[in-house]
């Protein structure tokens, strides 16, 4: 047993003042004159032994209860454990991503957890708590009641092992605390594995939380599966994990009118095509009805009218493979001869092919700087008998490597770059055994400068690219390459054509980087806004002199359609979705992870960080035992004669 406040026991040395005082009392006898013996009988009778037990009990009694009150007040406990008088620090992470919108007995994941946290965690016990996008550090739950009531949810999680480091960071310096790392969350399984470092500095509790119902419906994804003259057609992507469902109802909205509706019977994916007309502004949106996770019901898009691609080909050789796939129903495409070449033409482009030129001179080398400081994009094609001292002039602009004396060699080009840019989306798998294209000559480089897009057998590059300009190092024409009747050609140059202005896609994804180009012209000081309803905000942008590239990644936060506006001119619309990584149910074991403690309850984790520093408390027994004497020792007073 020990004592919370110890020096008040040094009281019990007042205990000796009763024994002195019993010790040292003198009674007198009072006479008391009577006349007659019969009152004698009336008297009751007390031997001398009697007199002195009752005496003595009482001095018992009163020491007692003066002693119980004393030790009360040092506080009496009893610890459960050797670290009872050790400082504890916890910290608490709850994850509050989508997932934790499954549903669970009482409501969500989250809102149990919420509650748990607030019945199990004293009111004003000192702790500090954070989620995926909020942070409550050294608080107390009374204090944070009403932030974790009103807790939203998160459309990305923290990676576990950032979890872990970020709330090591949290704890103090004190070395000598006890330090407790708890993480609730449903523990959805991602591509990393759990792994948690052996620490002992640091006691880690993963609380693993998990649905009643594992089921849920997503909308996945929606392209563009077909475009005539007349319509387009909407291809929207289901997923399911669960049961099947035979008959799941999907709706299309324009705004907010219903458009059209359809239902498809769902195992694990489905598919279902809905057709709206071509060149309509159209803000859409595809809802169904499920019952589990909610952020995954609804995804918006928006088709605006298509702003065509300008491209001005300045040619010395047959174009006639450009017009083909700069096609009048996405690019503006403008062809002109060398020396027919109109200055005032360039800046308005959003790309220049340099088609074969021989020559190329300073003026048209500034023209170019000019126009590809503004945004704008280029491609280059050399003939076979160029200037090299112009050419090269030009590439010292953009950081690509000199050309040298021309090899009249047959090379095949063996290497594509799958992960660039130019190629995202073009290939279902890598391939490595088609039919190669070839060149009977090429320029030399000295060194591969830019990435390289297609490559050489010997790991020269072919189509290499730096900032927005492309370079082949090989004539097209077709008595010099086949690679005009290669099916690389389409792909690549209509990539090419595409990247040059970044027109707005169906729909972004939101949490992630992106840029946006908004065809405009700006006057002075003016800026662009992307507006939501009621609320605005000023993006990141660049302003070039045909266009603004805007860029987007903490804002919007929500899904939903916002508005790119100039002041108070509507420019258009973009979409914005959350991701659906969030989707999937299915969760890690956790019962192999090692150096942490796993539970599948908020009040058993809480409780077992409480039994490591709470002691027994005794002061109430010893205010009883004082109850007890005073009763005692009345008692004795009354009845013992």
């Not at 669960?242 to 999907?250: F, M, Q």
């Not at 300045?314 to 083909?324: G, P, Q, V, Y």
């Not at 359609?561 to 149910?585: G, M, P, W």
Request: hydrophobic share 40%.
């Amino acid at each position: 047993m020990q004592f919370k406040h110890p020096e008040i026991l040094y009281a019990l040395l007042l205990l000796i003042i009763p024994i002195i005082i019993h010790l040292f009392q003198l009674r007198k006898f009072q006479k008391v004159a009577f006349t007659n013996v019969q009152f004698l009988k009336e008297l009751t009778i007390q031997t001398r032994k009697s007199s002195q037990l009752k005496k003595w009990l009482t001095l018992l009694t009163r020491m007692l209860l003066l002693a119980s009150v004393i030790i009360a007040f040092a506080q009496p406990y009893i610890s459960n454990s050797d670290s009872f008088n050790t400082k504890s620090e916890t910290v608490i992470y709850l994850d509050n991503s989508f997932s934790m919108q499954a549903q669970s007995t009482n409501g969500t994941i989250l809102n149990k957890a919420i509650q748990d946290i607030i019945e199990n965690i004293d009111d004003n016990e000192r702790i500090s708590l954070f989620t995926n996008d909020a942070n409550f550090y050294n608080t107390s739950i009374k204090a944070i009641k009403n932030d974790l009531i009103q807790l939203k949810h998160s459309p990305s999680q923290l990676d576990y092992e950032a979890v872990v480091l970020k709330g090591k960071n949290v704890f103090s310096k004190d070395d000598s605390s006890i330090k407790n790392l708890v993480l609730i969350s449903d523990f959805q399984q991602k591509k990393n594995v759990i792994s948690i470092a052996k620490d002992s500095t640091t006691q880690i509790k993963l609380v693993q939380l998990k649905p009643e119902n594992k089921t849920n419906i997503t909308i996945d994804s929606l392209f563009i599966s077909k475009s005539t003259v007349e319509n387009l057609e909407l291809t929207v992507l289901l997923k399911n994990q669960g049961r099947g469902i035979e008959t799941l109802p999907i709706s299309l909205f324009n705004d907010d009118k219903l458009i059209a509706k359809s239902a498809v019977s769902i195992e694990t994916e489905s598919s279902t095509i809905f057709t709206i007309p071509t060149n309509t502004v159209f803000n859409g949106k595809i809802t169904i009805e499920d019952t589990n996770l909610q952020y995954d019901n609804e995804l918006y898009f928006n088709i605006d009218q298509r702003e065509p691609i300008k491209v001005l080909a300045i040619n010395e050789a047959d174009d006639t493979f450009l017009k083909k796939i700069y096609t009048n129903d996405e690019f503006d495409y403008t062809t002109t001869a060398y020396n027919t070449l109109n200055y005032n033409s360039i800046d308005n482009q959003n790309l220049i092919v340099l088609n074969e030129l021989k020559d190329i001179p300073v003026s048209l080398v500034t023209a170019l700087k000019a126009f590809t400081n503004n945004g704008g994009s280029m491609l280059i094609i050399p003939s076979n008998n160029i200037s090299l001292n112009a050419y090269n002039q030009l590439f010292n602009n953009y950081n690509l490597s000199n050309f040298n004396t021309i090899n009249s060699q047959e090379k095949r080009v063996t290497t594509i770059n799958f992960s660039h840019p130019l190629l995202a989306n073009v290939f279902d798998k890598q391939i490595r055994n088609f039919q190669y294209p070839k060149v009977n000559s090429y320029y030399n480089t000295a060194v591969n400068s830019g990435s390289s897009v297609l490559s050489f057998e010997d790991g020269a590059s072919f189509l290499s690219q730096s900032q927005n300009t492309c370079r082949f190092s090989a004539a097209l024409q077709s008595d010099n390459s086949n690679f005009k009747n290669s099916p690389l050609i389409v792909p690549v140059l209509y990539n090419i054509g595409k990247q040059s202005l970044k027109v707005s896609q169906l729909y972004y994804t939101l949490g992630e980087e992106h840029r946006i180009d908004i065809s405009t012209k700006l006057q002075q000081d003016d800026i662009l806004t992307l507006v939501n309803g009621d609320d605005s905000i000023i993006p990141l942008q660049q302003t070039f002199t045909n266009k603004v590239a805007i860029e987007t990644n903490d804002y919007p936060d929500n899904s939903g359609i916002i508005a790119v506006q100039n002041k108070d001119t509507f420019l258009k619309n973009l979409s914005f979705n959350f991701n659906r990584n969030e989707s999937n149910l299915n969760y890690f074991d956790l019962s192999t992870i090692e150096n942490a403690t796993v539970s599948d309850s908020i009040t058993t984790a809480i409780n077992d960080i409480k039994s490591a520093t709470n002691v027994n408390e005794l002061w109430k027994w010893f205010v009883i035992f004082a109850l007890v004497f005073i009763i005692i020792e009345m008692l004795i007073l009354k009845f013992l004669k």
